[in-house]
């Protein structure tokens, strides 16, 4: 589930990676406005699907969502980590379909899934 926390992370933050924290820019992100604005967040899940073009922000989460994964969002500011676990409990409440493709492509193997299915 923390798969979504970079999601979110997509949504509210990530820009560079700092050696011991990600960039703390986006951490003001008005997230609940993103979440409501089904327009810009279809266009979040399809840059993260790799079926729409992506915004700078959703170019660096994807390419930082495999490293926050594996390292249980180690790097993360803590305003990322609330942000993330609001995307994610968004997304399984409200657009479960697309929640799925998020896993399957993020998570094929169930790894991290498994891990933090319980959390959600």
């Known amino acids: 589930m923390k798969i979504i926390f970079t999601?979110?992370?997509i949504i509210a933050v990530q820009v560079a990676v700092a050696q011991k924290q990600y960039t703390n820019k986006f951490d003001?992100?008005?997230v609940d406005g993103?979440?409501?604005n089904n327009r810009i967040l279809?266009?979040?899940i399809k840059c993260l699907m790799d079926k729409g073009p992506c915004t700078p922000e959703g170019?660096?989460?994807k390419k930082l969502l495999p490293d926050a994964l594996q390292t249980d969002c180690s790097k993360c500011t803590e305003p990322q980590r609330k942000n993330s676990?609001?995307?994610?409990?968004f997304l399984r409440a409200n657009r479960?379909?697309?929640w799925k493709l998020l896993l399957d492509k993020y998570d094929?193997?169930?790894?991290?899934?498994?891990k933090h299915e319980k959390q959600g």
Not at 85 to 89: D, E, G, L, S
Not at 108 to 114: D, M, N
């Open 7 to 9: 999601f979110l992370a």
């Open 28 to 30: 003001t992100v008005d």
């Open 34 to 36: 993103v979440l409501s």
């Open 42 to 44: 279809t266009n979040y």
């Open 59 to 61: 170019r660096e989460l």
């Open 85 to 89: 676990q609001k995307v994610i409990n």
């Open 96 to 98: 479960p379909g697309e």
């Open 108 to 114: 094929s193997k169930g790894i991290y899934r498994s």
